[in-house]
């Protein structure tokens, strides 16, 4: 199945498509994942994203549409894929369009994540992650006590661009660039809401659900 992820920052895309990916056996691609790892790994591609993730801007859709499209090339892409942050703007949603089409394929679901934009910034300031495998953890939610990753006991980190007012200034890129995606994707018949649910396994339950897998 392929599938694209689409909510505001916080809203949990990447909790939900992780495991939705896990599930169903198909690739999880997050846009984020792949620019902050080459920020990390200070490539020209990672200095060139930054200049704009550092801000809360969104990267120029050039860029961002030859990374997704590189990476939908290969292989494992094959039996599906499960995007994650991507696309973000009506000219990415059209060029994977164009794409998909010219190798046969189309997006079968768009689920849109809902959340309430209230807990967006305590979600956020809440959220770690592990440098060493990757998870993604919230203080409160996971019931951390400290700063060590529960699964692999490393220290965790809190991503640069959440800080309160970038946060700010991605949500004010999503309501301008993004949204206006669910009502592209409504058109073409595949969107599906999933509504706002508090506590992950209730919401990665409720998305599963949504997909006809338990
Ligand atoms: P990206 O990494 O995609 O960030 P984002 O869209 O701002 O979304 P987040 O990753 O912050 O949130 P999420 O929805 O994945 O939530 P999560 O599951 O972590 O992009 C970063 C930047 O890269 C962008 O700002 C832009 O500059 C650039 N970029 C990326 N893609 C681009 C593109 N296509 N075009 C141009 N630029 C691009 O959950 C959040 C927290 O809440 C976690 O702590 C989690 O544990 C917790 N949580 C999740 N679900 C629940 C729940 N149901 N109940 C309670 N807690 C929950
Ligand atoms: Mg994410």
Redesign the pocket.
């Known amino acids: 199945m392929n599938l694209i992820?689409l909510?505001?920052?916080?809203?949990?895309?990447?909790?939900?498509?992780?495991v939705v990916a896990e599930k169903m056996n198909i690739p999880h691609i997050?846009?984020?994942?792949?620019?902050?790892y080459n920020i990390k790994n200070q490539t020209e591609l990672g200095k060139k994203?930054n200049e704009?993730?550092s801000?809360?801007?969104?990267?120029?859709?050039e860029?961002?549409v030859s990374i997704?499209t590189d990476r939908l090339m290969q292989d494992d892409c094959k039996n599906g894929f499960a995007l994650?942050?991507?696309?973000?703007?009506i000219p990415?949603a059209e060029a994977l369009e164009k794409f998909l089409a010219e190798h046969g394929k189309k997006i079968d679901n768009a689920l849109n994540?809902q959340?309430d934009e209230n807990?967006l910034v305590e979600?956020?300031s809440?959220?770690?992650?592990c440098p060493k495998c990757n998870g993604?953890?919230?203080?409160?939610?996971?019931k951390l006590t400290e700063e060590i990753c529960p699964v692999c006991g490393a220290e965790l980190k809190q991503?640069d661009?959440?800080k309160e007012e970038?946060?700010l200034q991605?949500l004010q890129?999503?309501h301008k660039s993004?949204e206006p995606l669910i009502d592209f994707y409504r058109s073409r018949n595949v969107l599906t809401d999933v509504p706002?649910?508090?506590?992950?396994e209730?919401?990665?339950a409720a998305t599963l659900k949504v997909l006809g897998i338990e």
């Open positions: 992820f909510g505001a920052p916080g809203a949990g895309k990447g909790t939900q498509s992780t997050s846009t984020g994942d792949i620019f902050r994203a704009y993730i801000k809360g801007e969104l990267v120029p859709d860029l961002t997704v994650d942050g991507f696309p973000r703007t990415q994540i959340v807990i979600r956020l809440n959220r770690r992650f993604t953890f919230h203080m409160i939610e996971n991503r661009d959440d970038v946060i991605r890129e999503y993004t706002p649910i508090i506590g992950m209730k919401a990665i």
